[in-house]
């Protein structure tokens, strides 16, 4: 069975988006029911969810913001009057359909979105030794000058990492 297209994430996914967060993460990574819901709810979101069989198999938490800003783990979106980034909040794929391109199809539509929006860059907060992945995908350390920002950063624990990338709009 083969997953259907990537879709906005809506609140009737929330169950499904904890359940694979839960078989990914450890509990310090683990956001709640209420901090997702507050997400939707922000103008500002731009989530994703695939499904498998009926059910989520795949998430991508996105949100429209600024260069250089991160919100902090367990934090709400906040929303800029002039949006310039795709900040990738969280990615996640059930651990039994890994390795099926899930992340690739989200990230490919999410930053085709982010294009059409007029977005120039993206970025995000890369955890548990997932830098190389991004890596692949063009992403590199990118400076936090704000000390607000970097205290957000320092929210998600050693090795932590804020990466972007350019966006090339055609």
């Known amino acids: 069975m083969t997953a259907g297209a990537p879709r906005p994430l809506q609140a ?16 310090a990574f683990v956001e709640g029911a209420e901090v997702f819901a507050r997400r939707l709810a922000s103008p500002a979101h731009r989530s994703l969810v695939l499904e498998r069989g009926g059910r989520v198999a795949a998430y991508l938490v996105a949100y429209a913001s600024r260069l250089g800003h991160v919100t902090p783990l367990h934090g709400d979106f906040q929303p800029h009057a002039a949006p310039d980034t795709l900040y990738l909040h969280d990615m996640a794929v059930l651990p039994q359909c ?16 982010a294009r059409a929006e007029g977005l120039r860059h993206t970025a995000l907060v890369s955890v548990q030794g997932s830098q ?7 992403y590199a350390a990118h400076p936090v000058p704000a000390a607000a920002q970097r205290a957000h950063l320092a929210s998600y624990g050693a090795g932590a990492s804020y990466l972007a990338r350019t966006l090339c709009i055609s």
């Open 12 to 27: 009737r996914d929330l169950p499904g988006l904890l359940a694979v967060q839960q078989a990914c993460y450890g509990a």
């Open 98 to 113: 890994a390795g099926q391109g899930l992340s690739g199809g989200l990230l490919a539509q999410a930053l085709a979105q």
């Open 132 to 138: 190389g992945y991004w890596a692949r995908h063009g």
